[in-house]
């Protein structure tokens, strides 16, 4: 594993992500808008995969709760173990994105809410296009990204630990998306406490 996965494995297994970002978190009403256009271009029992799960809350739980079959991925173990709890209906693996054989057309939709700007930034082309792989013909892909770039960004006390950032510019991973196979329907660009840009892409390739 390289360094950076290394620190971010670490750094959320150690510090506490769930007491400090995602206890008692509720949904915001961007979000759901966001979510319910998603969920319109989706069938019952509709397959999503989420990538970087955390511990399951909000996201998976409110997945589930509406009837769809959730596959989570996460590389830190406490995460996973805390999801598995959480979300009993949803299937939680531990491991790296990259990691994952799943095979072509295996999901609906693919979503990632706060976790692709924690993979060094020269791969994000390549992970949009596995996602891409993984999606069925004109499924869906909605992520959050970055609101701005960032080579190698470092904070010593992200929730109790040590965290790295990496990111494209907004522009630039509008046209990875783009490139990777994907038309975006919709952006929301979240400028609350943080800043992130929220895409939702439609598979075209
Ligand atoms: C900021 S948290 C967001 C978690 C969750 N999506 C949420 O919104 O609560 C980022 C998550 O991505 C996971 N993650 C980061 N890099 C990863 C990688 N290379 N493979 C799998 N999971 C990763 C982290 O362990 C962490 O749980």
């Known amino acids: 594993m390289d360094d950076m996965r290394n620190e971010v ?9 769930e007491g400090e970002y995602r206890q008692d978190r509720e949904l915001r009403d961007e ?9 319109s271009e989706l069938d019952p029992g509709a397959e999503i995969l989420d990538l970087g799960c955390g511990t399951g809350l909000p996201f998976d739980r409110y997945l589930a709760e509406k009837g769809y079959n959730v ?5 830190a173990e406490n995460h996973v173990e805390a999801a598995r709890q959480n979300v009993p209906d949803a299937e939680f693996l531990q491991g790296d994105f ?4 799943f095979g072509e057309n295996s999901f609906d939709a693919v979503v990632s809410f706060y976790a692709i700007f924690h993979i060094p930034r020269d791969e994000h082309r390549e992970l949009y296009e596995r996602i891409n ?11 959050t990204v970055a609101g701005g770039e960032m080579e190698e960004y470092r904070d010593e006390d992200f929730v109790g630990s040590e965290m790295v950032w990496s990111s494209h ?6 046209e990875l998306i783009e490139d990777s196979g994907f038309s975006i329907t919709e952006t929301y660009e979240e400028k609350d406490d943080e800043h ?6 439609e598979n075209t390739a």
């Open 196 to 201: 992130h840009l929220w895409i939702l892409a």
């Open 169 to 174: 510019s907004q522009e630039k991973n509008r």
């Open 98 to 101: 990259f990691e994952q054989e």
């Open 9 to 17: 494995k670490e750094g959320y297994e150690q510090g506490d992500y």
């Open 133 to 143: 792989y993984w999606l069925k013909d004109a499924g869906y892909m909605l992520a």
């Open 31 to 39: 979000e759901k808008q966001l979510l319910d256009k998603l969920f």
């Open 71 to 75: 596959t989570g991925v996460d590389i």
